[in-house]
């Protein structure tokens, strides 16, 4: 499924801030992170720096380095360890918890070094050893800080930013489906406005508000195109009035010369049969004018669009009714079914002309002793009327082609009939007119089925 | 004698309209622009004034609108080429009594120009060709005093045939006038139509009732009764 484009400009729009804030958060996060580091850094190497520095540890090393201890951990919430030679705790901050105390660090060249080391069941810590002079010895100190401190206040972020992340996401993607609408209200307008400039009112166009924007150029383009269509459509127009005037005029005249002599005084009876098939003649081509520009007119789109509440039912009944005697007279059984009062919109004389088309081809086409049904459904969004005859059928490789213009199945049997080949097309093309849809089946040998839809009225 | 004015700029049609009405009698005045149409129909009293709609110099309209501007009523039959249904609004708008399409047939010409020039006279009630009576009030259709069935349709198209008896009326006339459809739509139920008259009217060893005029359409024979 294709979204529509506020959606899409929205959801891109989204997707684009969603990249923004996730950075963005990234970043608020790493540099807290980093601070909140240093920091822990600064205080466990100012703390190793004052204990490397103070006399007092040569003097008296047991009292001072208690107190050292009390003093870091109360002020700057920093355990000391003091091992041993042999890697042993000599000395700890009393609110260490034995478990928590980190191992012994490798001996080390004396430099001072932090880490981080995760202690069992004691969480994580930044430790920082270093050797100090206490009494007469050099021991390994061990200063150690918590993180769970650091953790928690970067917790706290993360949770804000995981919170407040979506919420900005959400809040932006409405106000940009918002924004989306708005700015694209006037595409619909001009949508709304075109549809309204159909073939009877070529001559509106649309109004351009500001020539310069985006929809103002759009809006000029359409405008070109619709003039272009409106000077098609009177050329169109002129085109069937100027060919109608000039195939009718020699038409007329051959007629009334060749009826006047046929009602004249001495016509012999060969010149009667000869005049007589003159007039047939002329009558089959003033009937093929009068369909072709008829054709050319509805598929033009400029035969007039008369849209009228119709009952199809008892259109097609009385279609029906009409053409029963000449069933009859064929020998056919001819049987109209469906409920009445099925309702469409449209052009009554025109839809008439569709069910006279279609019933005459089903007469034309089915043996003696065949049945023709003619059925009318309604439906929620389109009535269908099904012609159905028992007659000679169309072959498959027909079928595509019988709705085009003089196109035959089987060509001595029409033109016998007096058929012009045009029949189907112009039902087509009423049909299509009135926004329907029409099409054939065929079983050849067993019969033809063709189905009008027309939109409900 | 009718006098009827022939305006048309195509002369083979004007010529064969002049032959063919002189033919029934009428006394036929010829003009072949519109300019001359609108002088002489200004100038001479007519029954009737055929008139094409596309002339040289004033076209039909235009002669049309001079007639009935100087207060003429005279009937005026328009012939166009145009067979939109706005063209066939227009005209009747601008004043013409009737209006037919080309190619026309010329015995549809003649039977709208009787019923233009017959007026709004009374109508018979009863219809009679030889021994075939129609009762239009009863819808009763005797045959030699025999009374004859027939369906709704056929008597219409019985009556019809017969109104025009002699005549020559072509299926067109039928369709429209009968079933009101247009042209071409109901050639081969028309057929059906006639057959049915034929077998219901036509006795054996008679001369036919209905003659099929080839080319044409049919006749109905006012045969004299013996």
């Given at each position: 499924?294709?979204?529509?484009?506020?959606?899409?400009?929205?959801?891109?729009?989204?997707?684009?801030?969603?990249?923004?804030?996730?950075?963005?958060?990234?970043?608020?996060?790493?540099?807290?992170?980093?601070?909140?580091?240093?920091?822990?850094?600064?205080?466990?190497?100012?703390?190793?720096?004052?204990?490397?520095?103070?006399?007092r540890l040569e003097t008296d090393p047991e009292g001072q380095m208690r107190h050292w201890a009390y003093e870091l951990h109360e002020h700057e919430g920093i355990f000391c360890v003091v091992y041993g030679p042999d890697g042993e705790v000599h000395?700890?901050?009393?609110?260490?918890?034995?478990?928590?105390?980190?191992?012994?660090?490798?001996?080390?060249?004396?430099?001072?070094?932090?880490?981080?080391?995760?202690?069992?069941?004691?969480?994580?810590?930044?430790?920082?050893?270093?050797?100090?002079?206490?009494?007469?010895?050099?021991?390994?100190?061990?200063?150690?800080?918590?993180?769970?401190?650091?953790?928690?206040?970067?917790?706290?972020?993360?949770?804000?930013?995981?919170?407040?992340?979506?919420?900005?996401?959400?809040?932006?993607?409405?106000?940009?489906?918002?924004?989306?609408?708005?700015?694209?209200?006037?595409?619909?307008?001009?949508?709304?406005?075109?549809?309204?400039?159909?073939?009877?009112?070529?001559?509106?166009?649309?109004?351009?508000?500001?020539?310069?924007?985006?929809?103002?150029?759009?809006?000029?383009?359409?405008?070109?195109?619709?003039?272009?269509?409106?000077?098609?459509?009177?050329?169109?127009?002129?085109?069937?009035?100027?060919?109608?005037?000039?195939?009718?005029?020699?038409?007329?005249?051959?007629?009334?010369?060749?009826?006047?002599?046929?009602?004249?005084?001495?016509?012999?009876?060969?010149?009667?049969?000869?005049?007589?098939?003159?007039?047939?003649?002329?009558?089959?081509?003033?009937?093929?004018?009068?369909?072709?520009?008829?054709?050319?007119?509805?598929?033009?789109?400029?035969?007039?669009?008369?849209?009228?509440?119709?009952?199809?039912?008892?259109?097609?009944?009385?279609?029906?009714?009409?053409?029963?005697?000449?069933?009859?007279?064929?020998?056919?059984?001819?049987?109209?079914?469906?409920?009445?009062?099925?309702?469409?919109?449209?052009?009554?004389?025109?839809?008439?002309?569709?069910?006279?088309?279609?019933?005459?081809?089903?007469?034309?086409?089915?043996?003696?002793?065949?049945?023709?049904?003619?059925?009318?459904?309604?439906?929620?969004?389109?009535?269908?009327?099904?012609?159905?005859?028992?007659?000679?059928?169309?072959?498959?490789?027909?079928?595509?082609?019988?709705?085009?213009?003089?196109?035959?199945?089987?060509?001595?049997?029409?033109?016998?009939?007096?058929?012009?080949?045009?029949?189907?097309?112009?039902?087509?093309?009423?049909?299509?007119?009135?926004?329907?849809?029409?099409?054939?089946?065929?079983?050849?040998?067993?019969?033809?089925?063709?189905?009008?839809?027309?939109?409900?009225? | 004698?009718?006098?009827?004015?022939?305006?048309?700029?195509?002369?083979?049609?004007?010529?064969?309209?002049?032959?063919?009405?002189?033919?029934?009698?009428?006394?036929?005045?010829?003009a072949t622009n519109g300019d001359e149409g609108a002088a002489l129909a200004l100038a001479q009293p007519f029954d009737a004034v055929v008139l094409d709609w596309m002339l040289p110099g004033r076209d039909g309209l235009q002669v049309l609108a001079?007639?009935?501007?100087?207060?003429?009523?005279?009937?005026?039959?328009?012939?166009?080429?145009?067979?939109?249904?706005?063209?066939?609004?227009?005209?009747?708008?601008?004043?013409?009594?009737?209006?037919?399409?080309?190619?026309?047939?010329?015995?549809?010409?003649?039977?709208?120009?009787?019923?233009?020039?017959?007026?709004?006279?009374?109508?018979?009630?009863?219809?009679?060709?030889?021994?075939?009576?129609?009762?239009?009030?009863?819808?009763?259709?005797?045959?030699?005093?025999?009374?004859?069935?027939?369906?709704?349709?056929?008597?219409?198209?019985?009556?019809?045939?017969?109104?025009?008896?002699?005549?020559?009326?072509?299926?067109?006339?039928?369709?429209?006038?009968?079933?009101?459809?247009?042209?071409?739509?109901?050639?081969?139920?028309?057929?059906?139509?006639?057959?049915?008259?034929?077998?219901?009217?036509?006795?054996?060893?008679?001369?036919?009732?209905?003659?099929?005029?080839?080319?044409?359409?049919?006749?109905?024979?006012?045969?004299?009764?013996?």
């Open positions: 499924m294709r979204l529509s484009i506020r959606w899409r400009l929205t959801l891109w729009n989204t997707l684009a801030l969603a990249v923004v804030l996730a950075g963005f958060a990234a970043l608020v996060y790493g540099l807290l992170a980093r601070a909140l580091g240093e920091q822990t850094d600064r205080r466990l190497l100012s703390g190793l720096h004052e204990l490397q520095h103070d006399q000395l700890r901050t009393e609110e260490l918890p034995e478990a928590s105390v980190p191992p012994a660090p490798q001996p080390a060249d004396g430099a001072p070094h932090l880490r981080d080391v995760d202690v069992p069941g004691a969480g994580r810590q930044r430790t920082l050893e270093g050797r100090i002079r206490l009494g007469e010895r050099d021991v390994t100190l061990l200063l150690t800080a918590p993180l769970e401190e650091v953790d928690r206040e970067l917790g706290r972020l993360l949770a804000v930013l995981v919170l407040a992340v979506p919420l900005a996401l959400v809040c932006s993607g409405g106000l940009g489906y918002l924004l989306a609408r708005a700015a694209l209200s006037p595409v619909e307008r001009l949508r709304r406005s075109t549809c309204e400039v159909t073939a009877d009112r070529l001559d509106r166009r649309l109004p351009v508000a500001n020539p310069d924007d985006e929809l103002g150029r759009l809006t000029q383009t359409i405008n070109e195109m619709i003039g272009r269509l409106e000077r098609s459509f009177a050329e169109v127009r002129r085109f069937t009035a100027d060919a109608s005037h000039e195939l009718r005029t020699p038409l007329a005249a051959i007629r009334a010369e060749a009826e006047v002599a046929l009602g004249g005084a001495l016509v012999t009876p060969e010149q009667e049969r000869l005049l007589g098939s003159v007039l047939e003649e002329c009558s089959r081509l003033a009937r093929l004018t009068d369909q072709l520009l008829a054709l050319s007119r509805e598929d033009a789109g400029v035969a007039r669009q008369v849209r009228e509440p119709v009952d199809l039912s008892a259109l097609v009944g009385a279609v029906a009714e009409t053409m029963r005697p000449l069933a009859e007279a064929r020998g056919l059984t001819l049987h109209v079914k469906g409920p009445g009062g099925v309702a469409v919109s449209g052009d009554g004389a025109r839809l008439r002309q569709v069910f006279y088309n279609l019933l005459d081809n089903a007469i034309k086409y089915t043996p003696p002793g065949g049945t023709i049904e003619v059925q009318v459904e309604p439906g929620p969004r389109a009535a269908v009327v099904a012609v159905r005859d028992s007659g000679i059928g169309i072959p498959e490789a027909d079928l595509p082609h019988v709705f085009e213009r003089f196109y035959r199945v089987d060509k001595a049997r029409s033109r016998a009939e007096g058929g012009t080949g045009l029949g189907l097309s112009i039902a087509r093309s009423i049909v299509v007119a009135h926004s329907g849809s029409i099409n054939l089946t065929s079983a050849p040998g067993r019969g033809t089925t063709c189905t009008v839809a027309l939109p409900a009225g | 004698m009718s006098r009827v004015l022939v305006v048309e700029d195509e002369r083979k049609l004007l010529r064969a309209l002049e032959r063919g009405l002189r033919a029934e009698g009428y006394e036929v005045v010829a001079d007639l009935r501007g100087a207060g003429r009523t005279v009937p005026v039959l328009l012939l166009t080429a145009r067979d939109a249904v706005e063209d066939r609004v227009t005209g009747l708008d601008a004043g013409a009594d009737d209006y037919l399409v080309k190619p026309f047939a010329f015995a549809e010409l003649l039977a709208r120009l009787r019923v233009l020039m017959r007026g709004r006279g009374e109508r018979e009630t009863v219809l009679r060709a030889g021994e075939l009576e129609v009762d239009l009030l009863e819808r009763r259709v005797l045959r030699g005093g025999e009374e004859v069935a027939l369906t709704q349709r056929e008597f219409e198209v019985l009556v019809y045939l017969l109104r025009h008896k002699d005549r020559a009326v072509t299926r067109d006339m039928l369709g429209r006038e009968v079933w009101k459809e247009p042209a071409y739509t109901l050639t081969n139920v028309i057929d059906v139509y006639i057959n049915a008259l034929r077998r219901k009217l036509e006795r054996p060893g008679r001369p036919p009732l209905i003659r099929t005029l080839r080319g044409v359409g049919y006749s109905l024979r006012d045969e004299p009764c013996d």
